[in-house]
């Protein structure tokens, strides 16, 4: 598992791991003289790569690569060689040779970086035979309008960390890693709030205000591993992906001033939660269960038919499930003069057609946020299982 070490405080040398189950261990700790948020270092090696379920890091940069002209197999299993070698170096917070100075002074600070296959990768390395199927195009929604040279690629990283100089220092990295193997298709940008931001630990926020997150699937839940990674004993085409899961990349586009125009009580009915503590229309308290069958004294439903979080609960979707991990993000104002912000929706599940598709399908349909919204790009990858101790991610496809 990804695991967390927490707080490796030179001083006392005591450092607290979290590992994917949520065990907590002590034990001594490096030897950086740190507050806590940059000397929390994740684990490169693992079952399952960093950055999936390791919590929102408050700066991200996630970037498509295509392979150059003449590139293939040999070429792409260098690049994921040289970028898992550089992951594990950046993310234990060591200096690499020829460093350009960017992180210098700073801990490891949470940092992530993630590895992904697009379906035009596998036509390119000539791996075509052992390309999931779940990696076929996702099917055209009628909201859609996206920009196909922002969309998918050969290649995605996700970089994530809790400082946005350390965040920038491992992208360069990553793109010089690229030399001539490589160049990049398209680069986002994205932002969540900071660590001790908040008086305790709390769900984050997006931009038009809610509370966003709170009914992600938990680490914890008996059917978490099922819903989101690839299982161990997988066959055929998938073998290679097992411990792997597939991530939804979408630039979603937030019409922002609509939406600061609704009233509050609109805003809510959109969601169907509460805009100060993301608590149901139904009631109780933010982590308080949806009740989906209640009525206000008017008989109408307390969460409407066409609430957000009604359309996309896995109840209403035969159990689909997926794990949201977003970024925010603002490129400035666009060209129509309205901000160019939003959410880099970054949803992770062990099958799209068992996430992603089935509920995207539905929101498509007559989702009361729709129309704030914009989906403006899209990406569909395939994201092996971390890799083991001595190996590099992706070794089992490409070796
Ligand atoms: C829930 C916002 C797009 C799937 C929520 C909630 C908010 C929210 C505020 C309620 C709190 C929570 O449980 O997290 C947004 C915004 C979006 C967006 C602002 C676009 C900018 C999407 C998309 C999908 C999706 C594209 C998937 C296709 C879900 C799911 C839930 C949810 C599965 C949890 C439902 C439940 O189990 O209660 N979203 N969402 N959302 N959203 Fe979205």
């Known amino acids: 598992a990804a695991g967390l070490v927490i707080g490796a405080a030179g001083g006392a040398g005591i450092a607290t791991a979290v590992s994917d189950d949520g065990s907590v261990t002590t034990g001594a700790g490096g ?3 740190l507050t806590s948020v940059g000397s929390t270092e994740v684990v490169f090696h693992g079952r399952h790569q960093p950055g999936i379920t390791t919590p929102l890091q408050a700066r991200g940069h996630l970037v498509a690569f295509d392979l150059a002209a003449g590139a293939g197999r040999k070429e792409a299993a260098a690049l994921l060689r040289r970028w898992s070698a550089t992951a594990r170096t950046l993310m234990a917070g060591e200096v690499p040779s020829g460093d350009t100075g960017i992180a210098l002074d700073a801990g490891p600070s949470s940092l992530t970086v993630t590895f992904g296959f697009g379906r035009t990768f596998f036509d390119r390395t000539g791996l ?4 999931p199927a779940q990696l076929d195009p996702l099917p055209a929604f009628s909201s859609d309008a996206v920009d196909p040279k922002r969309s998918e690629g050969d290649l995605w990283v996700q970089i994530g960390a809790d400082d946005a100089l350390v965040a920038f220092h491992a992208l360069r990295a990553l793109q010089k890693d690229a030399g001539d193997a490589a160049r990049v298709r398209w680069q986002m940008n994205g932002f969540n709030r900071s660590a001790g931001a ?3 630990p709390m769900t984050a ?7 966003d997150g709170t009914n992600n699937p938990k680490t914890t839940d008996p059917d978490f591993d099922r819903r989101i990674f690839v299982p161990t004993g997988a066959t055929g085409a998938q073998d290679w992906m097992a411990g792997g899961s597939y991530a939804v990349v979408r630039r979603i586009r937030m019409l922002l001033d609509d939406w600061e125009g609704l009233p509050r009580e609109r805003q809510e009915r959109v969601i169907g939660r509460r805009k100060a503590d993301g608590a149901p229309l139904s009631g109780g308290s933010e982590t308080t269960p949806l009740d989906l069958d ?4 008017d008989g109408k439903l307390a969460i409407p038919d066409n609430a957000h979080a009604r359309i996309s609960a896995p109840e209403q979707n035969g159990g689909a499930a997926m794990l949201r991990r977003p970024f925010s993000f603002h490129d400035g104002i666009g060209a ?3 901000p160019d912000a939003g959410l880099l929706f970054v949803c992770w599940q062990a099958d799209p057609l068992r996430g992603f598709v089935p509920v995207q399908r539905k929101l498509d349909r007559g989702d009361a ?3 704030f919204i914009r989906h403006e790009s899209s990406g569909l990858f395939a994201v092996p299982g971390g890799a083991a101790e001595g190996e590099y991610v992706g070794q089992r496809l490409l070796e």
Do not use: E, F, I, Y
């Open 336 to 338: 129509d003069g309205t």
């Open 205 to 211: 926020r997006n931009l038009m205000g809610q509370v």
């Open 31 to 33: 030897s950086r003289a």
């Open 294 to 297: 209640k009525r206000g004294p």
């Open 128 to 131: 075509a035979a052992r390309r």
């Open 198 to 200: 908040t008086a305790r």
């Open 369 to 371: 946020l729709s129309p």
